[in-house]
């Protein structure tokens, strides 16, 4: 049933991810760039990555998926992120595994309004929060026959650029998207089974492409004020 959640992290976009929320206020002379602090600005379609596994936990207990890959678009200032495709799955694109097995599908796409904002405080060693607005997957959980749960809403997750020591995953030098302990909640159209929130953690790697609508996504992202 956790992997459930996880998708929604975003879930993560992934992904990712994020402290569920609403979409921080947009931060004056956020720049979304090439690869670096110096590079050209960079507007246009994005992709998140899952490095690793994505974990979710819930009173009915933890699971996890090993493959996770969100699409969209972004603006060089930050705004207008949004999310045109989302996958989540397990090992060999089957159901994400753990106490029990879920098969998670997103709902509603595309996912839009979302935004990266630059931190000049950088909280907790972030550069950037992330958030993705009007999210929403599916998840039906082999127990009892089947039980579908559906988790919804904003999703703010912490940014981070490729050269920053405090990146979640430090084998990748990519922009990072980094998810820890987020709270997702239960949306309509879920079974009475379903726990009311869960807790996910997970970190996505974010890039661009370096030929615009190319479909392969080779290009460095850096986020500066």
Known sequence: ??????????????????????????????????????????????????????????????????????????????????????????????????STSATITSQNLPWTGGNVTFDSAHTGGRDATVTIANFKVKAVINLLGGVTCVF????TANGYNGNNASRPVTSSSEAQVGVQNATVNKQSGSSFLCPSTASVTATYALRGETVAGSGTFNQSLYVTS
């Open 1 to 98: 049933m956790a992997r459930i959640r996880q998708t929604a992290i975003v879930g993560t976009a992934a992904l990712a991810v994020l402290a569920a929320g609403v979409a921080p206020a947009y931060a004056a002379g956020t720049t979304i760039r090439k690869g670096s602090a110096t590079a050209a600005a960079y507007s246009g379609n994005v992709q998140a990555s899952l490095l690793g596994t994505a974990t979710v936990s819930s009173s009915l207990g933890s699971g996890s998926c090993s493959q996770s890959t969100m699409t969209g678009s972004i603006n060089s200032d930050g705004t207008g992120l949004n999310v045109s495709s989302a996958t989540f799955t397990g090992t060999g694109g089957g159901a994400c595994t753990g």
């Open 152 to 155: 919804g809403g904003n999703l």
